[in-house]
């Protein structure tokens, strides 16, 4: 894959792309992810699970790209200071991003044109077809438009003249959102973005508006994204437009049983009581706040730590300060 010199000031990049047509559909289509932002002790973790997904589906080989190696590289490109430089450092370290939506798709595409410029020259002495063509960066940084994640509009790129790159950011992962976990919130957005990388016909005007749980929901409303993520769910309109053969292997592959193995049921008596009704107890829609928190530690922070200090904390938590309700964020 060949990239025309960039030119960075143009507000819609006319660097001459392929479209996604020119990729043979039986081959995987190569996608570079760059895991960043302030991770903790998630980032291996993460890693291990992203580059676990080319064992479970083949129509998307995922590459770890460390841009740390490539970033002096890219600010010879770009230049230091300029937006692409501003930007990528903002998702480098996690921190919040305020470009508005159109602005930022467009820098993002940028910058991961030159990132796949710069790593096509590493590529140089090895099989360049396996160079990705595309980039998602999934950064634990925050925009200030919570509902910017749900923007996936054509934004003035096309078939011919694809965007290059997405952002995954994890810091609206708050309590509205979980159950699930932020690592099931990953994997879903990675399939949604890299299904709309290689089928870039399937716009906003081939899907719905209303929330079915189905993968390419369109939500407006950030506690409503977890049933696009609680279920593993992809509607009859849109299977038709992705094919049926796609669709379920994707499905497999988000399969919790593949995520989770039996450790962690995704059953719905398990996640309905997650959600705060436990449908084994005539009682569960009048539980007290307490008995709610107490399932609440259990569910979540019990099964992992398993520790008697960990109950003597939640409860002291729970009546010093009269909690109604808290969840134990995984970064
Ligand atoms: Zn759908």
């Known amino acids: 894959m060949k990239l025309e010199k960039i030119i960075l000031d143009s507000p819609v990049s006319n660097i001459t792309k392929q479209p996604s047509s020119v990729y043979n559909n039986t081959s995987p289509l190569h996608i570079g992810v760059v895991v960043c932002g302030d991770w903790k002790s998630s980032t291996i973790a993460l890693e291990y699970l992203i580059l676990y997904l080319n064992q ?9 790209v460390s841009s740390d190696e490539l970033l002096f590289e890219m600010k010879k490109i770009y230049g230091v200071g300029s937006s692409e430089d501003k930007l990528l450092n903002s998702i480098l370290a996690g921190s919040e991003i305020s470009q508005g939506k159109l602005e930022m798709k467009h820098i993002l595409n940028n910058i991961s044109t030159t990132l796949i410029q710069v790593l096509n020259r590493k590529y140089d002495a090895f099989d360049s077809s396996q160079c990705p063509s595309y980039i998602i960066y999934i950064s634990t940084s925050k925009h200030t438009d919570p509902s910017y994640f749900q923007d996936d509009g054509s934004n003035g790129f096309s078939a011919q003249n694809p965007c290059r790159g997405a952002i995954i ?6 309590r509205k959102l979980a159950p699930p976990t932020v690592v099931e919130f990953v994997f879903k957005f990675i399939f949604r973005i890299s299904l709309k990388f290689k089928f870039p016909e399937f716009k906003r005007n081939k899907r719905h508006y209303g929330q079915k749980s189905c993968l390419f929901d369109c939500c407006h409303d950030m506690s409503r994204v977890r049933y696009m993520i609680l279920h593993n769910y992809i509607c009859q309109p849109c299977r038709s437009s992705l094919s049926a053969s796609t669709c379920n292997e994707i499905l497999k592959s988000l399969d919790a049983s593949n995520i989770y193995g039996n450790e962690i049921a995704r059953h719905p008596a398990k996640i309905s009581s997650d959600l705060g009704f436990n449908l084994s107890l005539v009682k569960g829609l009048y539980k007290s706040n307490y008995e709610l928190a107490m399932e609440n530690l259990s569910n979540s922070f019990l099964n992992r730590l398993g520790s008697l200090a960990a109950i003597t904390f939640g ?17």
């Not at 409860?315 to 970064?331: A, G, K, P, Q, R």
């Open 315 to 331: 409860v002291s938590l729970l009546y010093m300060f009269e909690l109604d309700f808290w969840f134990v964020n995984e970064d």
């Open 169 to 174: 950011m994890t810091g609206h992962h708050d």
């Open 56 to 64: 479970k589906q083949s129509l998307f080989e995922y590459q770890l």
